[in-house]
């Protein structure tokens, strides 16, 4: 049975589309980067500041969230955008990349995962039909099928087994979510590492099931910009043109950029808060890291072109001095800073489509990148 | 010489007076909480937070800024109301309190106090001349004379021996602020420990000498609460009527109105941001623990008939759950939150001034808070 398609594509160029996905939250433009609210909250942001830099809509982690608050709780809330106060579109994750990275005594089977909270060492079980209950109770508008990412290198055979594997969970994720609210969603996961021809197989297997829209996942964990695009361009054309494509935890404005030039939607990535939380900003003109003492004399702003406020008027040499200082401000305006740039590329990116001018924009834009931060004086 | 004075008292009721100081960089409506920006920054929040809370003023603090980024790089960078962002009427201290506080190798002698920097270990020296010079690199609004400060409780001898000092490291103040820039201003700190004796010498001494305000200093180390009203009202009645009276480092919101009724009209203390980064909030019916279990299913506000966004609209069961995961954003919100109680504590004391009100406002607001929290459900 086919699932309801709620993604309206406005313009293509080339391979890279620009269109609109309705939520039961609201509406998101793509190609969407989703800033990630790990457990419930986006750090060193008012959820205010996250919406006024252009955000559509945010990731929420399944993990964190099972394990504190819990998602029965947050269901008597009212569900994680009541709770949060966050009243946008979210997609939440499986929690199954998380249970692999930070939980303790992971078992793994055919069923699903067995762990230990990192928090409290409390026992825990996530199977297929379990991640969908929890991200039905938070109140998603977009949910993840549990899947197994392998970190990369990894032997041919264990990326095969995970594929196999999350193949079989898809189908379980779908008849668990037949259920679910209307109007919410359910996305399938590609995986199959860098190994073509299994990257073409979880894409078959995944269209087959059918799902609302399709991620890619087991990306960005450890290969080469190349080796990753090249997956993407091994999947992308198996996936129905008008099924919203999310490429998950991707990442650097380089690597978003190349992978909308190779049809992706969709992105998640926590890099924009946790590089600003560590003094580094990304800017127009490269990334620029602020604990360097060249910027602490300097009286000019990051970016003097910005329509961002606090990238154009802050002094660098005050920018520099928070971090320095390791003060709180320093890593709230960095986070803000960087969300407000990549939502800026974004925009970027959303018009350039829409005006046949995405080849140019992508030239520019590179061009910026290569040019690098303003001359110290 | 008699100092110009830009206080402008507007009511008063029994003790309690309100009025305008005007300072450079604007208007400070008296009595007035002043929250401490210690590096130059508020921790968790934005200076439009700071502002919007209904703050006129803040305190910066020498110490810190003097060793990072440096007096003379804030001077270059045009003060610190440019180089933050803040651009309202600053008052900083002297320095001295801190390097007693948390320097390290202190050696304190008639010429002033040499030390060791806690961040780099750095050697420094601060007399009163260079106390004075670095605050008006620094661009102050108020400038305050270096003092000794003792830690209570402490022998007879030695308070007296600080307070004579202060006393005399207020004159050569007051020598070097003489060319100090236009409508900036100099407070004198009246010492003597617990001692009503040596307070009243100490103010008679201070006022001898002449300042633009005058300080009430060394109360609230360690003291019981009826010690320091004791000590304003041994000060207070000392002092010229028509000049600004600050207690540093006061105190609680309890504090703050008792030494109200007793005729101080400025005050400071880091306690709404920092108790609010340890989950507590100060609300119309007491503080209030969000770290506590009781409220991690709870729905409502922190107090539904606040004026203030965040906390009438934040669930306690959100609030909670920052504050159990460390989230940056508990923070945040309660710094916020806390700043906001305060400055509409400091607005409700100023009306009631002003309406001849004070005595009923004293005994409304005392039992709202030994009324207590809202009952768990």
Excluded at 168 to 194: C, K, N, P, V, Y
Excluded at 257 to 284: Q, S
Aim: glycine share 12%.
């Amino acid at each position: 049975m086919t699932l309801p398609n709620t993604f309206e594509l406005d313009a293509r160029d080339g391979e890279a589309r620009t269109g609109r996905l309705t939520t039961p939250h609201g509406v998101v433009r793509t190609p969407a980067f989703m800033p990630v609210g790990t457990a419930g909250a986006m750090k060193g942001l008012h959820w205010r500041e996250v919406r006024d830099a252009g955000t559509d809509i945010v990731l929420g982690n399944t993990y964190h969230l099972m394990l504190r608050p819990g998602a029965e709780r947050i269901a008597a809330l009212g569900g994680l955008q009541r709770f949060t106060g966050w009243n946008g579109p979210m997609l939440t994750d499986s929690g199954g990349f998380q249970v692999m990275s930070l939980a303790q005594l992971r078992k793994l089977g055919e069923g699903g995962v067995t762990f230990r909270s990192h928090i409290d060492g409390s026992s825990h079980e996530l199977s297929p039909e379990r991640s969908i209950e929890i991200q039905r109770l938070l109140g998603s508008d977009i949910a993840m099928q549990l899947d197994e990412c392998v970190r990369l290198p990894a032997e041919r055979g264990d990326i095969e087994r995970a594929m196999q594997l999350s193949l079989r969970w898809g189908e379980r994720s779908r008849r668990a979510f037949e259920t679910a609210a209307e109007g919410t969603m359910l996305f399938g996961i590609a995986q199959g590492g860098d190994v073509p021809e299994l990257r073409r197989a979880s894409a078959r297997g995944m269209v087959e099931t059918g799902f609302h829209g399709y991620a890619i996942g087991g990306l960005a964990v450890g290969e080469p910009q190349a080796v990753m695009l090249a997956m993407i361009e091994e999947v992308a054309p198996l996936l129905p043109a008008d099924r919203p494509r999310y490429l998950m935890g991707v990442g650097t404005p380089q690597d978003i950029l190349e992978a909308v030039k190779r049809g992706i939607d969709m992105f998640d990535c926590v890099m924009p808060t946790r590089n600003g939380r560590h003094g580094m900003a990304f800017t127009r003109l490269g990334p620029v890291n602020l604990a360097n003492a060249r910027h602490a004399d300097d009286p000019r702003p990051l970016d003097e072109q910005s329509a961002w406020p606090a990238t154009r008027s802050y002094a660098r040499a005050y920018l520099h001095h928070l971090v320095k200082s390791g003060e709180t401000l320093g890593a709230m305006l960095l986070s803000e800073i960087n969300i407000a740039y990549y939502q800026h590329l974004m925009a970027g990116i959303r018009d350039a489509i829409a005006q046949g001018s995405f080849e140019q924009f992508w030239e520019q834009t590179r061009a910026g990148w290569a040019q690098g931060d303003i001359t110290p004086r």
